[in-house]
């Protein structure tokens, strides 16, 4: 199918969810995420931060987890037309933007390019890690410029079906996608179901 097609499936998928069953998948992507990922203290993770009205994966869960852990958290924010990451604490404020997105006030970039992981929203990945997103590119290019060897990870509330037709030579796939009963590896990694 074409990244138009699933967009339009997956969003309208997504949107039946209701807000109980958005916590609870969110939740078990979280358990097999933990499973699957053992991240140290000091560690550099960027985490997108949901949008609850477009009934994205819950981050709070990761975000909580690695506060707690002492994980150094970078979240995205768009800034002249790109995603610029800004370190943020369990304190750190955030307000809610003219999309209904929450983010820091500031617009300082961080400059870090070296995460030790990035975990990232979609619609949509196939089998090898194909993903579709809201379509204006902001990851791909965002992904372009930091450590090429961070792991990319997705995070879905569907597993992959359809094989996504129209991929470019711009589009970066992920290295894992976590579901609530998979983490499927991509590349040279091993897949590895939880349930």
């Given at each position: 199918?074409?990244?138009?097609?699933?967009?339009?499936?997956?969003?309208?998928?997504?949107?039946?969810?209701?807000?109980?069953?958005?916590?609870?998948?969110?939740?078990?992507?979280?358990?097999?995420?933990?499973?699957?990922?053992?991240?140290?203290?000091?560690?550099?993770?960027?985490?997108?931060?949901?949008?609850?009205?477009?009934?994205?994966?819950?981050?709070?869960?990761?975000?909580?987890?690695?506060?707690?852990?002492?994980?150094?958290?970078?979240?995205?924010?768009?800034?002249?037309?790109?995603?610029?990451?800004?370190?943020?604490?369990?304190?750190?404020?955030?307000?809610?933007?003219?999309?209904?997105?929450?983010?820091?006030?500031?617009?300082?970039?961080?400059?870090?390019?070296?995460?030790?992981?990035?975990?990232?929203?979609?619609?949509?990945?196939?089998?090898?890690?194909?993903?579709?997103?809201?379509?204006?590119?902001?990851?791909?290019?965002?992904?372009?410029?930091?450590?090429?060897?961070?792991?990319?990870?997705?995070?879905?509330?569907f597993k992959p079906e359809s094989?996504?037709?129209?991929?470019?030579?711009?589009?970066?796939?992920?290295?894992?996608?976590?579901?609530?009963?998979?983490?499927?590896?991509?590349?040279?990694?091993?897949?590895?179901?939880?349930?």
């Open positions: 199918m074409t990244k138009t097609a699933l967009r339009k499936l997956y969003s309208e998928k997504k949107m039946n969810l209701s807000l109980a069953e958005v916590q609870n998948l969110s939740e078990e992507i979280f358990r097999n995420f933990n499973e699957k990922f053992q991240l140290s203290k000091g560690q550099k993770v960027h985490c997108f931060l949901s949008i609850s009205k477009k009934k994205e994966v819950e981050t709070s869960f990761f975000l909580n987890y690695f506060f707690q852990k002492n994980i150094r958290v970078f979240v995205p924010k768009i800034v002249n037309e790109k995603i610029i990451a800004i370190e943020i604490l369990a304190e750190t404020p955030l307000v809610t933007n003219s999309w209904g997105i929450k983010e820091p006030v500031g617009n300082e970039d961080s400059g870090v390019k070296d995460f030790d992981l990035v975990i990232m929203p979609l619609l949509y990945a196939d089998k090898i890690g194909n993903r579709v997103g809201y379509g204006k590119g902001f990851y791909d290019r965002f992904l372009a410029e930091i450590n090429p060897n961070a792991p990319k990870v997705g995070v879905s509330f094989d996504v037709e129209d991929i470019s030579e711009f589009d970066i796939p992920l290295d894992y996608l976590v579901t609530p009963t998979d983490v499927l590896s991509f590349g040279n990694f091993e897949s590895k179901s939880t349930k």
